[in-house]
């Protein structure tokens, strides 16, 4: 008797427990699904629009950047004024810096979504960190994973919203968004190199660097610079050169135009590769 | 050894066991996703973790794997948390009887382990249950973590070995080591016991949060770090302390359970006062677990955002923050219920009367702070999301909703909770020390001054204009902190050489002892959906941003389908439990002999 009173007692606490969940509202969390678009006769109007979706869904922008503060609300914000006065800020020292119009917005709004700690918008840092380190993950990596064309598709809408002209290119037929980031690198015009090798070749650096065997001495020897230069002054001394001139050599020679030439993403592999000959 | 129906058990355990190292020899026959790996050319160290098709995962009998396998392993985990935490405070009873020189003190510790015993095969058995689930139904999976953990399994799995020889041996010497020095060797069982039993959990834990934020590997999953590397992982730490102190919360509720049920079903008084005091008891450890725990939430939760801010967001306030909300109630729950029974337990002294009349004050802070934390400030969502909720703001509750408010009430309720074990642990006890008046003048000042220092703190942090008002929670978790150890410390002075008035155990309402049901009820519940919502964090990946999940039931589930889940799981475990005492209760039930017979005729009688 005990038994089956404490039994029936414990079944309707479950009971509760159980009804209470049921009647609070019910969502099913869908993984993102891969859009197939017909992107070889998509126009500026249709990239912008698929960038819209991609900044609600797949990219997960809204899930941070809303009006609750945790990160710039861009869908309200004045964004014109927002990323100019982003650019003019001394802190800021990205690939665009000292430039303005819709350049400088592509490159900006690339450099946040692939490596946003370039520039961290004040008061927005990581705990601790003042403001240098920024908790927006990376959009081309895990979990976002957005690819080229899809990055490109966000950053016309941001630059639409921002009242410049889109400068990004439109998709060929070859790059379907789904399509992964390697398979676009073909044609150069259209999308960033994926391997350091190639971007030395195409940058012409080994002209003047003794690089891939070119002994070259226009510039520092640039074997083992990892060793000697830390991943920030090797990214700085491209798209910045004059900032820091190397023992010996002058300033003026490097070209000055890398920052704006190259991609973000091309910067960080060429980066990365440099940083890591020792 | 005394001969009897444990034995049963024991030899139900040596079954498990094997069956475990079946599974696990099993496990070996199956492909080898690293020898795969090196066969197409790669180093299986640099190969990242494999990309998997939805055609990759066996179907098997139309079974649902995610349900297969996440009700075999909250089972594990009901079980092992349970198998883990009742062997550490029976451990601290024993400690108590052996200073204290008290007898029931050491047997309640030897019925503690009783139960664990019976309940030991069923977690081995779910233990194996679980991995040869996991094996069938996602074997690339299984085979990436078998990579990137290499030989820990093994250590594991020698982990779990000793942890049976030393907990068969700690039960089963128990009356052979029981006085003098002979108990120190059996406490230093107890100890290597629990020792081996945290590892366990700490290993076992290094898998899940590996899962969660992987460490020791690349972006692409290829391993770069160390096995150490890997399971220290940034969640690792967070999760042990938050899982040691959930067990033990967990496993007071579940014995507590015993004891009330014990209490109910006995007739005689003398043993209806022992399982009184004995619930009184696993409530009381119960409570000590939980106070510290939602520190521990908080960490957790907080390295978690600093591990991930999308992670953090996507608990906090996307999809999963309703299931905040009924981690609330289910909270709130445990907490009315945990004072319910200590109010009641007022009854157990002729003093306790006159502690009466506050309890409607501590009542309504409880209850009051609970409406406060269950109050949802914001909730975060994709646009569909909000379609389906209809907004994402609670207008008129958002400034109770906020951090600075839970916070405050969360505290509230602590030290509330705190007072009410107090006022009976003082209503037995009438002070005679001359400082007693000035000490009970200081703990008044404590609770007002500490009290006010909380709901102050909680104030200015409503007020500062930061999207992070942490900076105030500090300050409330000292006050609450020293209120509790400052009057625990006053009290022992206080209440020195104090004259001790009975208490009369046994002397509980039936009603009061059913608030010890709804303590393992909800505490059960709240750790499956808990369990639901670590696993859910990863949304769609396997291991999170390093492999993904492309089963058909990579989504999450709806809350009313996680909890119909949950409640099964839960019905499933009670059915355990229900068994295991039965079981453990067999143990003490004698058949009366049989009337000796009238001595039959033998044939040489007959024949005379
Ligand atoms: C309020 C802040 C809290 C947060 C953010 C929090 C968060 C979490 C999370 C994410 C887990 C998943 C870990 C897992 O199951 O593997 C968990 C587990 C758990 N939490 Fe909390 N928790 C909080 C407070 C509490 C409190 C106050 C309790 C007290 C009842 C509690 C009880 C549990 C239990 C029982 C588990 C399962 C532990 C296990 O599996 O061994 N939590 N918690």
Redesign the interface.
Same mark, same amino acid.
């Given at each position: 008797m005990?038994?089956l009173? $404490?039994f029936a007692? !414990?079944l309707l !606490?479950?009971?509760v427990?159980?009804v209470?969940?049921?009647i609070?509202?019910? $969502?099913? !969390?869908?993984?993102?699904k891969e859009e197939t678009l017909d992107t070889g006769s998509m126009d500026m109007a249709g990239m912008i629009a698929f960038g819209e979706r991609l900044f609600?869904?797949k990219g997960?922008c809204?899930?941070?950047h809303?009006e609750?503060?945790?990160a710039p609300d861009m869908l309200n914000l004045d964004l014109t004024a927002d990323f100019a006065s982003r650019l003019a800020d001394p802190a800021y020292a990205g690939a665009a810096k000292g430039k303005t119009g819709a350049r400088a917005f592509e490159i900006y709004i690339r450099e946040s979504m692939q490596d946003p700690s370039i520039y961290v918008v004040p008061g927005f840092g990581?705990?601790g960190t003042n403001d240098t380190v920024s908790?927006?993950?990376r959009v081309d990596?895990?979990?976002?994973e957005l690819t080229e064309v899809e990055m490109n598709a966000v950053i016309a809408f941001l630059q639409d919203r921002a009242g410049v002209k889109p400068t990004v290119p439109l998709p060929s037929a070859e790059e379907a968004p789904a399509a992964e980031p390697a398979a676009t690198a073909q044609e150069e015009d259209t999308g960033p190199l994926t391997d350091p090798v190639e971007i030395i070749d195409s940058y012409g650096c080994a002209a003047c660097h003794d690089l891939n065997g070119s002994e070259a001495d226009l510039g520092p020897d640039l074997r083992g610079v990892g060793t000697r230069l830390s991943r920030e002054e090797i990214a700085r001394a491209i798209y910045d050169p004059d900032a820091t001139i190397a023992e010996g050599y002058e300033p003026g020679i490097m070209p000055q135009d890398f920052g704006e030439r190259m991609r973000v993403s091309e910067l960080n592999l060429l980066v990365d590769y440099l940083a890591s000959l020792k | 050894m005394t001969p009897g129906p444990i034995r049963p058990a024991f030899r139900a355990g040596i079954v498990m066991a094997s069956l475990v190292l079946v599974a696990a020899a099993a496990t070996g026959l199956l492909p080898d996703p690293a020898a795969a790996a090196a066969d197409q050319g790669m180093n299986a160290a640099t190969a990242g973790a494999p990309h998997v098709a939805r055609g990759d995962y066996p179907t098997i009998a139309g079974m649902s794997s995610r349900t297969t396998v996440w009700a075999l392993a909250q089972m594990h985990l009901f079980l092992a948390a349970f198998v883990l935490a009742v062997p550490l405070f029976s451990l601290a009873t024993e400690f108590m009887g052996k200073v204290t020189d008290d007898g029931r003190y050491d047997s309640m510790a030897h019925e503690f382990m009783k139960i664990t015993m019976a309940a030991y095969s069923f977690t081995a058995l779910a233990g194996g249950a679980l991995a040869l689930a996991l094996f069938l139904f996602y074997p690339p999976l299984m085979g990436y973590l078998l990579r990137v953990f290499r030989g820990q399994v093994l250590i594991y799995a020698l982990l779990f070995g000793l942890e049976s020889v030393t907990l068969y041996i700690y039960y089963y010497s128990w009356k052979a080591l029981r006085y003098g020095n002979r108990k120190w060797v059996h406490m230093s069982i107890g100890l290597l016991l629990n020792a081996v039993g945290l590892t366990l959990m700490f290993v076992a834990n290094g898998w899940a949060t590996f899962m969660m934020s992987p460490a020791g590997v690349d972006t692409t999953g290829a391993i770069t770090g160390t096995v150490w590397e890997a399971t220290r992982n940034p969640l690792w730490n967070p999760l042990n302390l938050h899982r040691f102190l959930a067990n033990i919360a967990y496993g007071g509720a579940i014995v507590g359970a015993y004891a009330a049920y014990m209490f109910l079903a006995e007739k005689d008084p003398a043993r209806r006062a022992h399982y009184d005091w004995m619930g009184y008891t696993s409530n009381f450890i119960a409570i000590l677990g939980f106070l510290p725990l939602p520190f521990a939430g908080y960490w957790l939760m907080a390295e978690i955002y600093s591990y991930s801010q999308q992670m953090g967001i996507t608990a906090m306030g996307g999809v999963l923050a309703w299931l905040f909300i009924i981690q609330a109630v289910l909270i709130g729950t445990i907490m009315l219920a945990a004072n319910y029974y200590l109010w009641s337990g007022l009854m157990r002294t002729d003093r306790g009367r006159k502690y009466v009349p506050y309890v409607k004050y501590v009542g309504v802070v409880i209850i009051g702070g609970f409406l406060v934390w269950v109050t949802p400030h914001t909730l975060i969502l994709t646009p569909s999301e909000v379609q389906v909720l209809g907004g994402t703001n609670h207008k008129l509750l958002g400034p109770l909703g906020i951090m600075p408010a839970k916070n405050t009430a969360v505290n509230l309720m602590l030290v509330f909770t705190f007072l009410s074990f107090q006022m009976f642990y003082r209503s037995s006890r009438i002070p005679t020390s001359r400082f007693a008046p000035a000490g009970n003048a200081i703990i008044y000042a404590l609770y007002i001054v500490g009290c006010l220092n909380i709901v102050g703190a909680g104030i200015y942090g409503y007020i500062t204009p930061t999207v992070y008002k942490v900076g105030a929670s500090v300050p409330q978790v000292v006050s609450t902190l020293v209120i509790i150890v400052g009057s625990v410390i006053i009290d022992i002075f206080r209440l020195r050489g104090a004259e001790t008035t009975t208490i009369h155990w046994g002397r509980m309402s039936p009603r009061s002892q059913y608030a010890l049901f709804v303590l393992p009820v909800a505490f059960t519940w709240l750790m499956g959906l808990m369990g639901y919502i670590r696993s859910s964090l990863r949304t769609y990946w396997h291991v999170y941003t390093v492999m993904r999940d492309n089963s058909a039931e990579a989504y999450i589930p709806t809350i009313g389908q996680a909890g119909n889940v949950i409640t099964l799981i839960t019905l499933g475990f009670m059915a355990v439990m229900v068994f295991v005492f039965w079981l453990s209760r067999l143990g003490e039930t004698r058949q009366a002999a049989p009337e000796p017979r009238p001595p039959a005729r033998t044939a040489t009688e007959t024949a005379r």
């Amino acid at each position: 008797m005990t038994f089956l009173k $404490v039994f029936a007692f !414990s079944l309707l !606490s479950l009971l509760v427990f159980t009804v209470f969940a049921n009647i609070l509202p019910q $969502v099913q !969390s869908d993984p993102p699904k891969e859009e197939t678009l017909d992107t070889g006769s998509m126009d500026m109007a249709g990239m912008i629009a698929f960038g819209e979706r991609l900044f609600r869904g797949k990219g997960t922008c809204t899930l941070c950047h809303n009006e609750l503060g945790r990160a710039p609300d861009m869908l309200n914000l004045d964004l014109t004024a927002d990323f100019a006065s982003r650019l003019a800020d001394p802190a800021y020292a990205g690939a665009a810096k000292g430039k303005t119009g819709a350049r400088a917005f592509e490159i900006y709004i690339r450099e946040s979504m692939q490596d946003p700690s370039i520039y961290v918008v004040p008061g927005f840092g990581k705990k601790g960190t003042n403001d240098t380190v920024s908790p927006m993950p990376r959009v081309d990596a895990p979990p976002i994973e957005l690819t080229e064309v899809e990055m490109n598709a966000v950053i016309a809408f941001l630059q639409d919203r921002a009242g410049v002209k889109p400068t990004v290119p439109l998709p060929s037929a070859e790059e379907a968004p789904a399509a992964e980031p390697a398979a676009t690198a073909q044609e150069e015009d259209t999308g960033p190199l994926t391997d350091p090798v190639e971007i030395i070749d195409s940058y012409g650096c080994a002209a003047c660097h003794d690089l891939n065997g070119s002994e070259a001495d226009l510039g520092p020897d640039l074997r083992g610079v990892g060793t000697r230069l830390s991943r920030e002054e090797i990214a700085r001394a491209i798209y910045d050169p004059d900032a820091t001139i190397a023992e010996g050599y002058e300033p003026g020679i490097m070209p000055q135009d890398f920052g704006e030439r190259m991609r973000v993403s091309e910067l960080n592999l060429l980066v990365d590769y440099l940083a890591s000959l020792k | 050894m005394t001969p009897g129906p444990i034995r049963p058990a024991f030899r139900a355990g040596i079954v498990m066991a094997s069956l475990v190292l079946v599974a696990a020899a099993a496990t070996g026959l199956l492909p080898d996703p690293a020898a795969a790996a090196a066969d197409q050319g790669m180093n299986a160290a640099t190969a990242g973790a494999p990309h998997v098709a939805r055609g990759d995962y066996p179907t098997i009998a139309g079974m649902s794997s995610r349900t297969t396998v996440w009700a075999l392993a909250q089972m594990h985990l009901f079980l092992a948390a349970f198998v883990l935490a009742v062997p550490l405070f029976s451990l601290a009873t024993e400690f108590m009887g052996k200073v204290t020189d008290d007898g029931r003190y050491d047997s309640m510790a030897h019925e503690f382990m009783k139960i664990t015993m019976a309940a030991y095969s069923f977690t081995a058995l779910a233990g194996g249950a679980l991995a040869l689930a996991l094996f069938l139904f996602y074997p690339p999976l299984m085979g990436y973590l078998l990579r990137v953990f290499r030989g820990q399994v093994l250590i594991y799995a020698l982990l779990f070995g000793l942890e049976s020889v030393t907990l068969y041996i700690y039960y089963y010497s128990w009356k052979a080591l029981r006085y003098g020095n002979r108990k120190w060797v059996h406490m230093s069982i107890g100890l290597l016991l629990n020792a081996v039993g945290l590892t366990l959990m700490f290993v076992a834990n290094g898998w899940a949060t590996f899962m969660m934020s992987p460490a020791g590997v690349d972006t692409t999953g290829a391993i770069t770090g160390t096995v150490w590397e890997a399971t220290r992982n940034p969640l690792w730490n967070p999760l042990n302390l938050h899982r040691f102190l959930a067990n033990i919360a967990y496993g007071g509720a579940i014995v507590g359970a015993y004891a009330a049920y014990m209490f109910l079903a006995e007739k005689d008084p003398a043993r209806r006062a022992h399982y009184d005091w004995m619930g009184y008891t696993s409530n009381f450890i119960a409570i000590l677990g939980f106070l510290p725990l939602p520190f521990a939430g908080y960490w957790l939760m907080a390295e978690i955002y600093s591990y991930s801010q999308q992670m953090g967001i996507t608990a906090m306030g996307g999809v999963l923050a309703w299931l905040f909300i009924i981690q609330a109630v289910l909270i709130g729950t445990i907490m009315l219920a945990a004072n319910y029974y200590l109010w009641s337990g007022l009854m157990r002294t002729d003093r306790g009367r006159k502690y009466v009349p506050y309890v409607k004050y501590v009542g309504v802070v409880i209850i009051g702070g609970f409406l406060v934390w269950v109050t949802p400030h914001t909730l975060i969502l994709t646009p569909s999301e909000v379609q389906v909720l209809g907004g994402t703001n609670h207008k008129l509750l958002g400034p109770l909703g906020i951090m600075p408010a839970k916070n405050t009430a969360v505290n509230l309720m602590l030290v509330f909770t705190f007072l009410s074990f107090q006022m009976f642990y003082r209503s037995s006890r009438i002070p005679t020390s001359r400082f007693a008046p000035a000490g009970n003048a200081i703990i008044y000042a404590l609770y007002i001054v500490g009290c006010l220092n909380i709901v102050g703190a909680g104030i200015y942090g409503y007020i500062t204009p930061t999207v992070y008002k942490v900076g105030a929670s500090v300050p409330q978790v000292v006050s609450t902190l020293v209120i509790i150890v400052g009057s625990v410390i006053i009290d022992i002075f206080r209440l020195r050489g104090a004259e001790t008035t009975t208490i009369h155990w046994g002397r509980m309402s039936p009603r009061s002892q059913y608030a010890l049901f709804v303590l393992p009820v909800a505490f059960t519940w709240l750790m499956g959906l808990m369990g639901y919502i670590r696993s859910s964090l990863r949304t769609y990946w396997h291991v999170y941003t390093v492999m993904r999940d492309n089963s058909a039931e990579a989504y999450i589930p709806t809350i009313g389908q996680a909890g119909n889940v949950i409640t099964l799981i839960t019905l499933g475990f009670m059915a355990v439990m229900v068994f295991v005492f039965w079981l453990s209760r067999l143990g003490e039930t004698r058949q009366a002999a049989p009337e000796p017979r009238p001595p039959a005729r033998t044939a040489t009688e007959t024949a005379r």
